[in-house]
């Protein structure tokens, strides 16, 4: 996931330039146990010369286990018109990111088959604006 994300930031130099790259994360969980990926994720942009607070601005949302909150949470996120979105902690977070827009790419990792989950058309032409890496233990 973080190597998607960082090859749409690396896409979106250009877009970066005119303003401020947004990101958007959307879990289902608590930050808590993601702040090492997150911290990795914020070096990972550090790799590709993007510097958080400069020229890219990440919002975070975290349901906290109430999936029921999901929704409202990435209304949130997409109205702030996002670069594109990550959408961690299970299929039901980025199908709550897909179910309100087509456009913004919804960038997710998943230990499920998200092509039995409705996420992706194939593994390998997932269509729409999904996209992500199957996660097997």
Not at 56 to 84: K, N
Not at 88 to 101: F, K, P, Y
Request: with cysteine; aromatic share 8%.
């Amino acid at each position: 996931m973080l190597m998607l994300a960082g090859g749409l930031l690396a896409w979106s130099r250009t877009a970066a330039a005119q303003r401020s790259c947004v990101i958007s994360f959307l879990s289902s969980t608590w930050p808590e146990p993601y702040a090492p990926l997150v911290a990795a994720f914020c070096g990972g942009l550090s790799d590709t010369s993007h510097v958080e607070g400069e020229d890219v601005a990440i919002e975070y949302r975290w349901a906290r286990g109430q999936y029921d909150h999901l929704p409202a949470l990435a209304a949130d996120l997409i109205s702030r018109q996002p670069t594109a979105i990550i959408a961690s902690g299970g299929d039901v977070t980025a199908l709550a990111a897909r179910a309100l827009t087509s456009t913004i790419p919804i960038i997710f990792a998943d230990g499920v088959d998200p092509v039995s989950f409705g996420l992706v058309a194939s593994l390998e032409h997932p269509k729409r604006n999904v996209t992500g890496v199957r996660v097997r233990s």
